[in-house]
Nanobody, 126 residues
Framework: QVQLVESGGGLVQAGDSLRLSCAASGRSFSSYSMGWFRQPPGKEREFVAAISSSNDRTDYADSVKGRFTISRDNAKNTVYLQMNVLKPDDTAVYYC???????????????????WGRGTQVTVSS
């Protein structure tokens, strides 16, 4: 049974940076594309970024493009989200998740993922 555990969240000021980590247990981590979602207070969960299993393709929501970077280390079974120039609108619970498909194509919906972590809170003050 694969488990995903996020870490690295916290309270920061606007303009600061944070790096989130998502550690995966179990085998075959390197076979799956992975993604990050977030859920702001009172809103639905939304796509943030995704990365292919082979680490050669990425996708970002327009709201974070140029500020956030997704990466992975398959040797460590970990996916990262580097977040720079944080804004108050980035305040949310951040979740990592595993893509359920073998291909990497337009995986921006929650239904494209089958395993989720419990999330880590990111709060950005103005």
């Amino acid at each position: 049974q694969v488990q995903l555990v996020e870490s690295g969240g916290g309270l920061v000021q606007a303009g600061d940076s944070l790096r989130l980590s998502c550690a995966a247990s179990g085998r075959s981590f390197s076979s799956y594309s992975m993604g990050w979602f977030r859920q702001p207070p009172g809103k639905e969960r939304e796509f943030v970024a995704a990365i292919s299993s082979s680490n050669d393709r990425t996708d970002y929501a327009d709201s974070v493009k140029g500020r956030f970077t997704i990466s992975r280390d398959n040797a460590k079974n970990t996916v990262y989200l580097q977040m720079n120039v944080l804004k108050p609108d980035d305040t949310a619970v951040y979740y990592c998740a595993r893509v359920k498909y073998v291909y990497f194509r337009d995986v921006r919906e929650t239904r494209d993922y089958d395993v989720w972590g419990r999330g880590t809170q990111v709060t950005v003050s103005s």
